[in-house]
């Protein structure tokens, strides 16, 4: 469990960086361009990441990550529930205030509301 959690920090820590480089480095300063700083940063986090960096463009697909990892089904699933009883949570509120609300209309128009 801790190596996967390791191996996620470190794919995120990836793509972030490089998405770091490519929206930050779109000047062209002191000779570098957004490529070269993306291929350092790139270098950079697979060198942190003890593995060699080939040059190649890796491409992402989010979507298909989140509809096959295990871990990340699993805690939609959990957010789904939380979600839910914070939202039945809520409406009993509501509905509690409601009542209240209109006990005090009730008790306001029949003037048994005194001030001290």
């Known amino acids: 469990m801790n190596r996967t959690k390791l191996n996620i920090v470190s794919f995120a820590a990836a793509v972030a960086a490089g998405l770091f480089a490519v929206g930050c480095g779109s000047s062209d300063k002191g000779g ?50 939380k979600s839910e009883k914070a939202q039945n949570e809520l409406n009993a509120k509501g509905r509690s205030l409601e009542r209240e609300m209109r006990d005090y209309q009730e008790k306001a128009q029949k003037g048994l509301i005194t001030r001290f």
């Open 32 to 81: 570098t361009s957004a490529a070269g700083n993306a291929a350092d940063s790139a270098r950079t986090v697979a060198a942190a990441a003890g593995s060699d960096y080939n040059g190649k463009i890796v491409y992402v697909q989010i979507d298909s990550i989140m509809r096959g990892y295990g871990m990340a089904i699993d805690l939609q699933a959990a957010f789904a529930s």
